[in-house]
C-alpha cells in the first residue's frame, strides 16, 4: 500500500487527533470506573511477558541547511523542506520487570516510510520509494500503582534503525537521478501510555515521540544537488501504537 494513500486516509489536523484522544480516554476512564472486578491480579508476578504491536507514524526530515547557502543569494535552491507522510509500524515486545515501578524493554520492529524533501516551493520534489526498516528501540519504562484494571506509565530510551531495501532518494520526473543518504539511524525517544487489564489481556495505547541524532546527508557526496547545501539532515517521527500483551 502507498504512503500517499496511507497519508489521504489518515491525514487530520492536530487539533482533530487531540479532540480524538481526548474522547477516547473519557470513554476508557468510563468503561473503567464502571468495572468493578479486577482483572489478572497477579500479572506483576510474571517478571518476563511478550506481546505484539501495530502502529501509525507521522515523520518527515528536520533540514538544516549550510550557512554558505542563507548567504549565497546566487543559489538556485532557495527553499529545502520535508512534508509530513504517514508511515506504519509493526512488531513484538519483551518486557522484562526490574521492581514494582521499572522495566526494561525490548521492541524489534519493522516499519515503513517515504519521506520526502520539496525544494523551490515543490518545483522538484524528491520523494522516496517505500523504504522497509528494522528498528530496535531498547527502553527503560517507569509505571505507576495499578489502580483497579488501569496504570499510566512513560518511557524513555534509544530506537536504532536499518533500512533493509536500501533506494535512494529519486526525483519524480527524471529517471536515474538518484541522491545519497546514509542507510542507518539512532533516536532519542520517549512518550507515555496507558495499561488496561482485561479478563484475557492487556491493552496498552501508547504515543511516542522519536527525535534523530544521526545526521543522514553527506553534502560531498552530492555536490551540486540540493541535498549538497544541506548541512544537516534528521528524522523526527510521532507515532500512536497500540500494544496487546
Not at 497477579?42 to 547557502?69: E, H, Q, S, W
Not at 517505500?130 to 483497579?148: N, T, V
Request: proline share 3%.
Amino acid at each position: 500500500m502507498q504512503a500517499t494513500y496511507l497519508w489521504n486516509m489518515f491525514h487530520l489536523s492536530g487539533k482533530k487527533i487531540k479532540l480524538t484522544l481526548i474522547i477516547c480516554l473519557i470513554f476508557i476512564l468510563k468503561i473503567n470506573a464502571q468495572t468493578k472486578q479486577k482483572f489478572q491480579a497477579d500479572y506483576d508476578a510474571k517478571k518476563t511477558r511478550f506481546g505484539y504491536f501495530l502502529g501509525i507514524a507521522r515523520t518527515n526530515y528536520n533540514v538544516r541547511v549550510a550557512p554558505y547557502f542563507l548567504q549565497n543569494s546566487n543559489s538556485e535552491y532557495f527553499s529545502i523542506v520535508s512534508p509530513i507522510t504517514l508511515g506504519l509500524k509493526m512488531g513484538g515486545v519483551m518486557n522484562i520487570q526490574i521492581n514494582d515501578h521499572f522495566d526494561f524493554r525490548i521492541l524489534p520492529t519493522v516499519a515503513i516510510y517515504s519521506r520526502e524533501l520539496s525544494v523551490n516551493n515543490d518545483s522538484l520534489h524528491y520523494k522516496q520509494n517505500d523504504k522497509a526498516w528494522f528498528e530496535l528501540p531498547l527502553m527503560l519504562k517507569y509505571k505507576s500503582i495499578r489502580r483497579g484494571n488501569m496504570r499510566m506509565y512513560m518511557f524513555g530510551g534509544m530506537r536504532f534503525g536499518f533500512e533493509t531495501n536500501a533506494i535512494n532518494l529519486a526525483k519524480k520526473n527524471k529517471i536515474g537521478d538518484s541522491y545519497e543518504l546514509k542507510h542507518n539511524d539512532v533516536n532519542l525517544e520517549y512518550g507515555a501510555g496507558l495499561e488496561l487489564f482485561r479478563q484475557y489481556f492487556k491493552l496498552a495505547p501508547e504515543l511516542h515521540f522519536s527525535h534523530g541524532i544521526r545526521n543522514l546527508v553527506s553534502p560531498y557526496l552530492n555536490t551540486g544537488t540540493p541535498l549538497g547545501v544541506i548541512d544537516k539532515l534528521n528524522t523526527h517521527t510521532v507515532t500512536v501504537y497500540l500494544f496487546f500483551e
